[in-house]
Nanobody, 127 residues
Framework: QVQLVESGGGLVQAGDSLSVSCVAS????????MGWFRQAPGKEREFVAA????????YYADSVKGRFTISRDNAKNTVYLQMNSLKPEDTADYYC????????????????????WGQGTQVTVSS
């Protein structure tokens, strides 16, 4: 069983930056592919970013490419999402997800490919 706990959400203004983080339980964090997803009110949960076990391979949704950066610290069992130049349309609950199987090169964008989820942290961007 893997537990994921997000933190760092809040209320910011358009153009501001915010970082959210996710701490995972367990001793094998370095073997997990990690992803960030978000869900706005009335919308489906959507892919934001993901990175490989080593952190050497990253993928981003087109809507956040160039503004968001995903990273991880395997010594701290933590994955981060640095969000810059935030827009009102980035307002959502942000969830981290872990995929505990697969390889370094399997970095899915589909939410069904991840087997553990955090409880989410709310990010609100005012205009």
């Amino acid at each position: 069983q893997v537990q994921l706990v997000e933190s760092g959400g809040g209320l910011v203004q358009a153009g501001d930056s915010l970082s959210v983080s996710c701490v995972a339980s367990g001793r094998t964090f370095s073997t997990y592919t990690m992803g960030w997803f978000r869900q706005a009110p009335g919308k489906e949960r959507e892919f934001v970013a993901a990175l490989s076990r080593s952190g050497g391979i990253t993928y981003y949704a087109d809507s956040v490419k160039g503004r968001f950066t995903i990273s991880r610290d395997n010594a701290k069992n933590t994955v981060y999402l640095q969000m810059n130049s935030l827009k009102p349309e980035d307002t959502a609950d942000y969830y981290c997800a872990a995929r505990t199987y697969g390889s370094e090169w399997t970095i899915p964008r589909a939410k069904d490919a991840y087997d553990y989820w955090g409880q989410g942290t709310q990010v609100t961007v005012s205009s």
